[in-house]
């Protein structure tokens, strides 16, 4: 091994952080790369994946033909990035798996967002509450788990291997939620693998608990500035949370004539700013107070990785108001309404005719799987021209 590369695995990460040169490894052997460590190759392979281009083209809040400017999955992906990048280096966590499990996070994401998502979900449960699959019963659709199955199964690129192969580490941190009866089918096809955690209450890496933060911080502050230029929020409406008309003031008195976008930019500006400053202090003193000394102890501890409690409280009024006058607004649930007809459309479709599936679908053993994944695989133009294409109706036009 290259002494860069020796150095690139200790360097600066704190004790506690993930170390490439200890990783728990992939599913199949691979030599190790001359230039690169394991987190950086993961990091690479999920750029190059068919199912990180995709992102481009799903919904993140608003549908890809509403505007060319609001976010989609491929934009908050790379947000969420650059927050989770820029906490770990204060922290002193690998940045380079912070950024693989954050470009990765999203890739089993279905067309339409959670619209897109919900009513893949309800197809699969309607189809057949007793459907069987390989180590167990189905019970239904989870896009974090369809992200693993994207790394693990249906990218189609190396010759000896399904998936990408990516360390345990990324995968891990890949599988933020998981529900016991879907944890318990993967400890029974990978034993201690990235199931067991849910199974034993323990936490995952310090990387795979901030990039769950960097998460829910990039798509709260990106949302109120769709929801804005949208038109579907207020600056009014916005002044009624309390972390919003803060930040507001603060823009105000030091620009006194600041108004319009550039105000609202500065506005969140200020907001993530402090919040990426909330998380460090607050996740150093929970590390100092826990006295974990280890990627092992930080297993065993709570999660460590979090909010202040102020903070956390105006987060979340902030994210109830975006729920109730954003995600809820009539505009957008009637949108919705629209994008889970086209799945539920499709899904009912491919199972009553299987040959309208591509040939690499339909020849995989479980019907309701195979159509769940190529569905969810879908971007949301290709999912409404394929609509169109069955159904003759045009429900986005």
């Known amino acids: 091994m290259s002494p860069s590369i020796a150095a690139a695995r200790s360097g600066s990460l704190a004790r506690f952080a993930s170390d490439p040169g200890a ?23 999920v750029i190059h994946s068919t199912a990180f281009r995709r992102l481009v083209y799903k919904t993140q809040v608003f549908l890809n033909h509403e505007g060319d400017l609001f976010r989609t999955r491929l934009t908050h992906s790379l947000e969420v990035a650059q927050l989770g990048r820029s906490i770990a280096r204060s922290l002193r966590l690998n940045e380079d798996l912070v950024e693989a499990i954050a470009l990765a996070h999203d890739l089993g994401h279905t067309p339409f967002g959670h619209a897109g998502q919900d009513a893949l979900n309800s197809s699969l449960k309607n189809f057949s509450a007793g459907f069987v699959e390989q180590g167990g019963e189905s019970l239904g659709f989870e896009h974090n788990l369809q992200s693993l199955r994207v790394v693990d199964e249906l990218e189609e690129r190396y010759p000896a291997f399904d998936g990408l192969n990516l360390c345990f580490e990324t995968r891990e941190g890949i599988l933020k939620h998981c529900s016991k009866a879907n944890a318990l089918r993967l400890e029974q096809q990978e034993p201690g693998g990235v199931g067991w ?16 933060l960097a998460d829910e ?6 949302d109120i500035d ?9 600056i009014d409406q916005l002044d009624e949370v309390e972390l919003f008309r803060h930040y507001r003031q603060v823009a105000l008195q030091a620009h006194p004539l600041l108004v319009g976008r550039r105000l609202l930019f500065e506005t969140i500006r200020l907001m993530l700013s402090d919040q990426v400053y909330d998380v460090i202090a607050t996740t150093q003193a929970r590390i100092t ?4 000394d280890s990627p092992s102890e930080v297993r065993a501890s709570p999660p460590l990785v979090a909010f202040s409690d102020d903070m956390r409280e105006r987060s979340q009024i902030l994210k109830t108001f975006l729920f109730r006058n954003l995600y809820r607004h009539p505009q957008v649930v009637e949108t919705t309404a629209r ?22 679908h339909g020849l995989r053993r479980h019907l309701a799987r195979a159509v769940a994944d190529y569905i969810a695989g879908m ?8 609509h169109e294409r069955l159904f003759g ?4 036009p």
């Open 289 to 292: 107070n826990a006295g974990v």
């Open 379 to 386: 971007t949301d133009r290709f999912a409404i021209r394929e």
């Open 217 to 222: 911080i990039a798509y709260n502050a990106h």
């Open 23 to 45: 990783s728990r490894g992939r599913r199949y052997s691979e030599p190790e790369a001359p230039t690169r460590t394991a987190f950086q190759r993961d990091r690479d392979r």
């Open 197 to 212: 955690r849910f199974l034993h209450g323990q936490s995952p890496s310090l990387e795979a608990q901030l990039c769950n």
């Open 339 to 360: 994008a889970r007809r086209v799945v539920n459309d499709l899904f009912e479709r491919y199972m009553e005719a299987p040959e309208e599936l591509p040939e690499a």
């Open 393 to 396: 109706a045009v429900l986005f």
């Open 226 to 234: 769709d929801g804005v230029r949208s038109g579907l929020l207020t």
